[in-house]
């Protein structure tokens, strides 16, 4: 049986749409949400990211305030940007791309945003909350993953899920939110990572298997179960000849094999991948009606 493929495009573009409607009510009461982005440094990779989130923002209406500073920024300097963002009120969310460059100490730059501006969801406060099953901003990509499989009619509850990697930004939060006593939770979950005795007797049993190891080919076809849903979040960078580039990017399960045996499956790059930025969108619009709820 061939799998049918969970087009995260697709279901990305659905979000957005849905946003954007709820940005335009929102107007219409004068709320705009807004994020505040901030990039030190010239990395390639991080500025595309950047520029993907900015221009992401722009399409559904989000205001979105840029600030772009030089690699050679203090900590103080930088600490001091936080502070102005976290009492601006225009500003609903604070993004502040990482890695930071080396001499930067990341943990307390993410430690002074205002938990109720981290749409990122990666503030301890947020972090223990979705730990404890309050209400928090969930980090995005393991939220993305909980929107792919409600929006693709996956049943969580009781289903056995087996993930590959034990990350803060995906491993461990996406296990959290699995494991709540809610309607996108009460799986049963098994966290695999590389002291993991033997990986492919675990993932064998797995009704859902999220694959976030970072590396090709960690998930092979003999390890899936006839029917499983397979969410493959890696990115990783092959070297291709016969592209442009010199490189193609894979996720982290074989899919040609696995689609063979998978009752769904995510594609890389079309996966995951736009789920990660729809999810900080969601997390600005819900931060922007949080305070002005707070304002009454
Ligand atoms: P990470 O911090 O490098 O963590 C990788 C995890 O996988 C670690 O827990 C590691 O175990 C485990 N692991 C690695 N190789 C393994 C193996 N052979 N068997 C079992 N476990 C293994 O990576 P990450 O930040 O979570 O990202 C994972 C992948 O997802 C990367 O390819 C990244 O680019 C991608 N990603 C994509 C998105 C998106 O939006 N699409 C977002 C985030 C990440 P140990 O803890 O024992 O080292």
Do not use: W
Not at 256 to 266: C, D, M, P, R
């Amino acid at each position: 049986m061939a799998a049918r493929i969970i087009d995260g495009k697709q279901v990305a573009a659905d979000m957005r749409a849905e946003l954007k409607v709820e940005v335009a009510k929102l107007k219409e009461d004068g709320i705009v949400p807004g994020l505040a982005v901030v990039l030190v440094g010239e990395d390639p990779a991080s500025k595309s990211y950047v520029t993907a989130k900015e221009r992401a923002c722009e399409e559904i209406g989000i205001y979105s305030n840029d600030n772009r500073l030089p690699a050679d920024t203090g900590q103080a300097e930088l600490m001091a940007l936080v502070d102005k963002l976290n009492k601006d009120p225009k500003i609903n969310g604070i993004l502040v791309q990482l890695p930071l460059p080396k001499h930067l100490d990341e943990s307390e730059v993410l430690l002074a945003i205002d938990p109720a501006k981290d749409v990122d969801g990666f503030h301890p406060v947020n972090v223990g909350k979705m730990v404890v099953g309050e209400e928090a901003f969930l980090p995005c990509t393991p939220h993305g993953i909980i929107q792919l499989l409600v929006r693709s009619g996956v049943k969580i509850e009781g289903a056995e899920v087996v993930i590959v990697g034990r990350s803060n930004i995906v491993g461990k939060p996406i296990a959290n939110m699995l494991i709540q006593k809610n309607d996108t939770g009460n799986a049963t979950v098994t966290v695999c990572h590389t002291r993991t005795k033997n990986l492919a007797e675990h993932v064998r049993r797995a009704d859902i298997i999220i694959a976030a190891a970072g590396r090709p080919n960690t998930v092979t076809a003999d390890m899936v179960k006839e029917g499983a849903v397979v969410i493959d979040v890696g990115v990783n960078r092959v070297e291709d000849a016969t592209k442009k580039r010199g490189y193609r990017l894979v996720g982290d399960v074989d899919f040609a094999a696995v689609s063979e045996k998978a009752s769904l499956i995510t594609p890389v790059p079309g996966g995951v991948g736009p789920m990660t930025i729809t999810m900080l969108l969601f997390n600005t619009v819900a931060s922007a009606k949080q305070a002005a709820a707070r304002k009454g």
